[in-house]
């Protein structure tokens, strides 16, 4: 599961990466340059998967959103890592009143529904791929907090941790030597499948108006637009942008489904070893 993950996945990148390069090199036509007599334009040769309302190439849209979708979600759930697995830590090794606080602040956000907060955040922030990330992060801070802080909790009441401390040892040593390195495993699982998540909500965004400018090839945006059409027949301009969302969302899926079961299994055999 995990190695088709990592091929999807990659192919993604890699399309990512070498779309913006084709266009600029003149290889494929521009996302936003639309032509008057090719609107609605069937797939053929000339446009593989069509043309949209305004006579955009619906395969190079929908290959320019890859790129747009992984920055957006890779920027969201990096910042909300750095923010969330720090607050976790100090949350569960302190305890007392800040752990309190903390959790009191994080379990109200959780409680949102991940969709509704979103949407409340992108219209208060407005629509951009920076408003778009930061409204993200917001959302998924709460996962890595309570995931993090759980562990520490735990790895705080160990021997070693006591042993440490009673020598002497600051809360900042002992947070980055014992802490930080084992709660620290969970994280790459919790990342993938919080990606797999933020794709669709993303493309939620997008589809409600609240995501990213047209200007800004995205998939939700492209299935808004693309849904006015769908009942006079034209589906092509749907069917791609809809396909390459759940095609990344099932390769991220399987990656952290198949980095779980190995991390599982590794950890078992080192205690077996033990």
């Given amino acids: 599961m995990a190695r088709w993950g990592v091929i999807i996945v990659a192919v993604y990148v890699l399309v990512a990466l070498l779309t913006p390069l084709l266009v600029s090199a003149g290889l494929l036509p521009d996302p936003n340059a639309g032509l008057d007599n090719l609107i609605y334009a069937t797939p053929s040769p000339a446009h593989w998967c069509g043309t949209d309302r305004l006579g955009r190439d619906v395969c190079v849209r929908t290959l320019s959103a890859s790129g747009v979708a992984l920055q957006v979600?890779?920027?969201?759930?990096?910042?909300a890592l750095v923010i969330g697995v720090p607050l976790?830590?100090?949350?569960?090794?302190?305890?007392?009143w800040v752990?309190?606080?903390?959790?009191?602040?994080?379990?109200t956000l959780y409680t949102l529904p991940v969709l509704l907060l979103s949407v409340v955040l992108a219209f208060l922030l407005g629509r951009g791929l920076p408003n778009a990330a930061a409204?993200?992060?917001?959302?998924?801070?709460?996962q890595y907090f309570r995931v993090v802080r759980n562990q520490s909790a735990q790895v705080k009441a160990e021997l070693y941790v006591e042993a440490a401390r009673s020598l002497g040892a600051g809360p900042l040593w002992i947070l980055r030597?014992?802490?930080?390195?084992?709660?620290?495993?969970?994280v790459p699982v919790l990342l993938t499948l919080n990606a797999a998540d933020a794709v669709l909500v993303l493309g939620g965004l997008g589809f409600l108006?609240?995501?990213?400018?047209?200007?800004i090839p995205e998939w939700g945006g492209d299935l808004q637009q693309a849904?006015?059409?769908?009942?006079?027949?034209?589906?092509?301009?749907?069917?791609y942008p809809g396909l390459a969302m759940f095609v990344l969302v099932l390769g991220l899926s399987f990656l952290g489904e198949g980095l779980e079961s190995w991390l599982s299994g590794s950890g078992q055999a080192a205690r077996a070893a033990r």
């Fill in 209 to 215: 108006g609240l995501g990213l400018p047209e200007t």
């Fill in 99 to 107: 752990d309190r606080l903390l959790v009191l602040l994080m379990d």
């Fill in 88 to 96: 976790g830590m100090v949350s569960g090794y302190l305890g007392g």
């Fill in 135 to 142: 409204a993200l992060c917001v959302v998924y801070i709460p």
């Fill in 227 to 239: 849904l006015t059409a769908l009942p006079t027949g034209i589906w092509w301009t749907a069917l």
């Fill in 177 to 186: 030597r014992y802490l930080f390195r084992n709660v620290i495993t969970s």
């Fill in 73 to 79: 979600v890779l920027l969201a759930l990096v910042t």
